[in-house]
């Protein structure tokens, strides 16, 4: 039999950041129409050697070779030049223009002077119809849903020649619906010849779409093998070297006092639109209520309203007993409030500062870390020594800056210190985007564990599976309103799913009955 020349071989590739070994010695082999799986543990070093292949990082040592030729990918426009592109987690689109003027962003048609956008927009629509990307080419991107972003993200690197496509977390902010729509997409992009490196910690995705996976630890290349036969199980043990629970048991606990009371709130996106109206949910001491929904639908502005991070125009959020509603950040920390931000760089982290300094922002102003208002930087690095230790965050140590580390260790850190602090209500909001199962399991259990604390606990989260583990209660969200209140133990994925789209747990209720009969 003779050996295909795989589209992309990285062979004993080593990145390293001083003393340290991001990627130490990795093999890759991408074959084309390959859907290929990168598995690791956060910090494994899975977007260092992405970061590599799409030019953003030089590698210390090692070879590229695209089609069995050797390539110097030196720059990200080299990496484009070499048809490889990259499908980012956050769309980077511009919402007040098109869907055809955001693709030919960078890569314009012109006629003479002119854009020529009709011919862009007739080849946008010929590349939709053989992917089975449907999207209306003359759509302005904020008048379309997240999935249908995605296509355009998709179609951007296809209008621009790209051969082998690399997914970093795609699903993060998909509905159930969505999810099975994009895994169709890439058996389309398969079956056309395509080559898909898919950065993923959902190993029910991988089963359901790779043929390959290539497992990475500790910055070593560990095993490559075909998914087929291979269970979700067999996956995370190998992953993270141990054996791994997805679901975390929980005690019966009394429910205690009302901590969190929304009354009727309404709060304001940027633009000044009302993006949560008439909002009510209480949450009680010993429960987790869960809120669903798809991205962009109020969330966002419901937490920075709670936490004092936006304006509350009308309503009231009360915090055991007292009117908070409109009060400082500090000022409801203070009063008792963990808060996991969805947006870990923009308000979880100083990227800047160290990975120490890090850890004590939200107390760094009291005893044993100030004294007389001096800084005490032996008790910060205990406790940031302490932390490490406990939630298993990984870097080259303390003083690194938070910047430098992977996006799943980053969130380890903000989650060390939220729950390390004697709270009485937890908001965790997307609280495990971007972390491996090992990590996912653990965050899971430390959040229940609050919850058997006799604390209250809010969870936002895409992730329906996450929502139904972890939560008592689960109120939906569409359109900045509950569309309904279900109790977890009573409701599954593909109900919670209709209600995101904004059907009433009725409608949705008769819908799924039907689909059952059908
Ligand atoms: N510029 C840098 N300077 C120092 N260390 C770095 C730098 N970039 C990455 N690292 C380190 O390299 C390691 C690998 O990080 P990388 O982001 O590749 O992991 P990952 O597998 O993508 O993780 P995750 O699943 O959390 O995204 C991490 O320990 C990180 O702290």
Redesign the pocket.
């Known amino acids: 039999m003779t050996e295909l020349t795989p589209v992309i071989e990285m062979r004993h590739i080593i990145k390293k950041?001083?003393n340290?070994a991001?990627?130490d010695d990795i093999n890759l082999q991408v074959q084309q129409g390959e859907i290929h799986a990168l598995l690791?543990?956060?910090?494994?070093?899975?977007?260092?050697?992405?970061?590599i292949l799409t030019g953003l990082l030089q590698p210390t040592s090692g070879e590229i070779l695209i089609n069995g030729k050797q390539v110097t990918v030196d720059s990200p426009s080299k990496s484009d030049a070499l048809g490889i592109g990259m499908v980012h987690q956050h769309f980077m689109l511009i919402d007040a223009f098109t869907v055809t003027e955001n693709i030919m962003l960078g890569s314009e048609i012109t006629k003479g002077l002119t854009l020529d956008t009709k011919t862009a927009a007739q080849k946008i629509k010929q590349l939709s119809e053989q992917y089975g990307l449907q999207v209306d080419p003359y759509a302005k991107i904020s008048d379309i849903s997240v999935g249908q972003q995605q296509r355009v993200e998709i179609l951007k690197t296809l209008y621009r020649g790209a051969d082998i496509l690399i997914f970093d977390e795609p699903t993060a902010v998909l509905t159930p619906q969505e999810i099975d729509e994009l895994i169709a997409i890439f058996h389309n992009l398969a079956k056309e010849g395509k080559s898909i490196i898919l950065?993923t910690?959902k190993l029910d995705e991988i089963r359901a779409a790779a043929d390959t996976v290539t497992v990475?630890r500790a910055?070593k290349s560990i095993e490559t093998f075909p998914v087929a036969g291979v269970s979700s199980q067999e996956l995370a043990d190998l992953m993270v070297g141990r054996e791994v629970h997805f679901k975390t048991l929980k005690d019966t606990v009394e429910v205690g006092e009302t901590i969190l009371k929304i009354d009727k709130i309404e709060v304001q996106n940027a633009r000044g639109i009302a993006a949560v109206k008439d909002f009510s949910l209480d949450v009680k001491a010993g429960e987790i209520v869960g809120i669903a929904g798809i991205d962009g639908n109020g969330q966002t502005e419901l937490i920075q309203g709670i936490t004092g991070l936006a304006k509350v125009q009308s309503g009231t959020v009360w915090l055991q007993g007292k009117d908070m509603t409109n009060k400082t950040p500090r000022q409801i920390t203070e009063t008792g409030v963990g808060h996991i931000p969805e947006d870990r760089l923009r308000f979880g982290m100083e990227v800047e500062m160290t990975l120490s300094e890090n850890l004590a922002l939200q107390t760094y102003y009291k005893s044993p870390l100030s004294k007389a208002g001096v800084l005490q930087p032996v008790a910060m690095d205990e406790l940031a020594n302490k932390l490490v230790k406990e939630f298993d965050v990984?870097?080259?140590g303390i003083q690194?800056t938070a910047?430098?580390?992977?996006?799943?260790?980053?969130?380890k850190a903000v989650i060390a210190r939220e729950l390390n602090r004697d709270n009485d209500l937890i908001i965790a909001a997307q609280p495990t985007r971007?972390?491996?199962v090992g990590a996912v399991e653990y965050i899971h259990q430390r959040l229940i564990a609050q919850r058997h604390a006799g604390k209250a606990v809010l969870v936002v989260s895409f992730e329906l599976d996450e929502i139904l583990n972890l939560s008592d209660r689960i109120a939906v969200i569409n359109a900045g309103q509950i569309v309904g209140i279900v109790n977890a133990k009573d409701t599954n994925k593909q109900e919670l799913g209709l209600l995101m789209t904004g059907m009433s747990l009725t409608d949705a209720r008769a819908a799924l009955k039907e689909t059952v009969n059908a």
């Not at 430098?404 to 969130?411: C, K, T, V, Y």
């Open positions: 950041f001083g340290f991001a990627n690791g543990e956060n910090g494994a070093g899975k977007s260092t050697l992405m970061n950065i910690h990475i910055g990984r870097s080259a690194v910047g430098s580390m992977s996006g799943g260790n980053q969130q971007g972390l491996d």
